[in-house]
């Protein structure tokens, strides 16, 4: 049971920061870049694709087996598009606003390549639970990104977070950020600041790992000395 | 005609369907890597959008629409341009082998480019007629194809520059993005077809 949870975790995790979706692997760009106008819409998005890889991962994990290989796509898109018609049709029931705001990119999730990405190289090799993993870390990560992406543009571009004033009165909005160029070079420059942040964790990493080493082999060195345990204090 | 002249002028420069309308976004950015690419894919756009929006808008007109089931549209389009995509990869390859080879590897990448379904859906959500629709699928392939050459003829020119290193590969891409998207946004004073 243990075993079981640990490697759901690791599946569950690796979409947080590892294999982050839009910043880490550059997919489904389309509904990041258009709309992230504000943090609501974002965060709006984000959980329609949560909804759909989820029961998209789980559904294809459990019925991959009997999809012959050679028609698996098409399969895979009508599972999908089945699923976002049901996203469709929930949110014009229940969030009438959110669907108007976020308007033609509600069908396109179907080919948002994340999602038929996680399905082909995921949900289609392993069982049902890592698979519904996968799909909630991922969503999440895709979720929390475009939060992310849109509190920064609504933050700069119309000086609210949420719909809420909080950049004080005198705050003149930046337009440039919530308009189409604002959104390319907003996502431009997280991409480059990833970039640069892992190859900074890495260099401390592996800083870390040669300091470790070079400890370990003056440990065993046999110098006259070397035994700083027990040397004693000299007196001043 | 000033009416289909504006409508291209429109999709092409104002309403752009990469830079303005954020369509296509995963191919713009994965095939301007270089001029040949760039030119092939944004063929196989043209060509496809054109496709699929003739087909798609005769299906909802007549087939959806009459029998009361256009909630079912999303499924019935990518379905259709799935099936379309395959269709016209095969037909290629028998009967028009020169185009098949400039077009064919991009062929596949097509079925998952949302401007070709994104194109379908517009036309419907702005009810074009059947011509509008067919002029507007063109017009936008076109704005598409232009997008791509550019960005490809910039890329290709940096690479005999110095980059910073974080920026190097899609960062960059996205910045240079966005600056011709920013040119393109002058274009928005002109006005609009509808």
Redesign the interface.
């Known amino acids: 049971m243990r075993e079981i949870a640990k490697m759901m975790w690791k599946e569950f995790s690796k979409g947080l920061w590892k294999d982050l979706p839009p910043f880490r692997l550059?997919?489904?760009?389309?509904p990041v870049?258009?709309v992230t106008k504000t943090a609501g819409n974002g965060l709006g998005m984000g959980c329609s694709v949560i909804f759909v890889l989820t029961l998209s991962n789980l559904t294809i994990s459990m019925v991959h087996k009997l999809i012959p290989s050679k028609v698996r796509?098409?399969c895979f898109?009508?599972i999908i598009?089945?699923l976002?018609?049901a996203v469709?049709?929930l949110m014009q029931a229940f969030a009438y606003p959110l669907y108007q705001r976020l308007g033609?990119f509600v069908?396109?999730i179907?080919?948002?390549?994340i999602i038929?990405g996680r399905a082909e190289a995921f949900a289609s090799r392993n069982p049902v639970h890592l698979s519904v993993a996968d799909a909630l870390g991922m969503g999440l990560g895709f979720t929390l990104s475009l939060t992310f992406l849109g509190a920064l543009r609504e933050i700069f571009g119309y000086g609210t977070l949420f719909g809420r004033h909080c950049m004080g009165a005198d705050f003149q909005p930046f337009a440039?950020m919530v308009?189409?160029?604002?959104?390319?070079?907003?996502?431009?420059?997280i991409?480059?600041?990833m970039?640069?942040l892992t190859?900074w964790i890495d260099k401390r990493a592996s800083l870390k790992i040669e300091k470790k080493r070079r400890r370990q082999i003056l440990n065993t060195l046999p110098l006259p000395g070397a035994d700083t345990s027990k040397r004693k204090r000299l007196p001043q | 005609m000033n009416d289909y002249y504006l409508l291209v002028l429109t999709a092409i420069f104002i309403n752009n369907i990469v830079?303005?309308?954020?369509?296509?976004?995963?191919p713009f950015?994965g095939t301007s890597k270089s001029m040949e690419t760039a030119i092939g894919m944004g063929a196989a756009v043209i060509f496809v959008a054109v496709m699929a929006t003739a087909i798609t808008w005769v299906l909802q007109k007549y087939v959806l629409v009459a029998l009361e089931l256009e909630?079912?549209?999303?499924?019935v389009?990518?379905?259709v341009i799935?099936?379309l995509v395959q269709f016209v990869e095969l037909f290629l390859k028998k009967i028009v082998p020169p185009l098949y080879d400039a077009l064919g590897i991009f062929l596949p990448l097509i079925?998952?480019?949302?401007a070709i379904?994104?194109i379908a859906?517009?036309c419907q959500?702005n009810d074009y007629e059947f011509l509008e629709s067919i002029v507007f699928a063109a017009a936008s392939g076109l704005g598409f194809w232009l997008a791509l050459v550019i960005l490809a003829s910039i890329r290709e020119r940096l690479e005999t520059t110095h980059v910073?290193?974080?920026?190097?590969g899609?960062?960059?891409?996205?910045?240079l993005?966005?600056?011709m998207?920013?040119a393109f946004?002058a274009f928005k004073g002109m006005g609009s077809y509808r």
């Open positions: 550059v997919l489904g760009l389309c870049l258009a796509i098409v898109i009508v598009a089945t976002v018609v469709e049709l033609i069908p396109l179907v080919v948002n390549c038929l440039f308009e189409a160029p604002g959104a390319f070079v907003c996502l431009g420059i991409l480059a600041t970039n640069a190859v | 830079l303005a309308q954020y369509l296509g976004n995963c950015l909630f079912v549209q999303t499924i389009f990518i379905l799935a099936t079925t998952t480019n949302c379904l994104g859906v517009i959500r910073p290193r974080a920026f190097r899609t960062p960059i891409a996205l910045v993005a966005g600056l998207s920013l946004f």
